[in-house]
């Protein structure tokens, strides 16, 4: 299981509304839509570097691995906050953890990991020096 780190251990944060179209048959908000919520924090993270960065063109980070642990039931009407940040920043790919929460407690928890890649070329591409800098202020207490 992944480890649920409280909401202000996150160095990205947003908070979501939740929508009629989030919740299953039964009323409660769908693993769909959880998913959906990570991977919005993903974006949140990659802009944020692409942002803090001086030079050069966003790098094309290719996500291959989600894993989500569900903690609780999410309840529609509300919201929910996510809050996300980097446990690993490697040679050629980053490591994300996330979590979700609703009215103070954890709900759900993801971790993933994108890939550096180069259109037209098979495998993983180093990230460049000035990436890897930016990216470790994103970095989770701990890591």
Known sequence: MIEALPLDAYPCQREISLI?????????VNNVAIARFFEEGRVIVERT????RLSGEPLRMVLVHVEIDYLAEIEYPGQVQLGIGLHRV???SIEHRAGLFQRGRP???????????????AGAEALTEEYRAVARKLLLPGS
């Open 20 to 28: 009629f179209g989030d919740m299953d048959t039964i009323g409660h």
């Open 49 to 52: 570097i692409d942002e803090l």
């Open 107 to 121: 709900v759900a928890v993801s971790r993933s990991v994108n890939v550096n890649t180069i259109a037209g070329r």
């Open 90 to 92: 490697g040679r050629t």
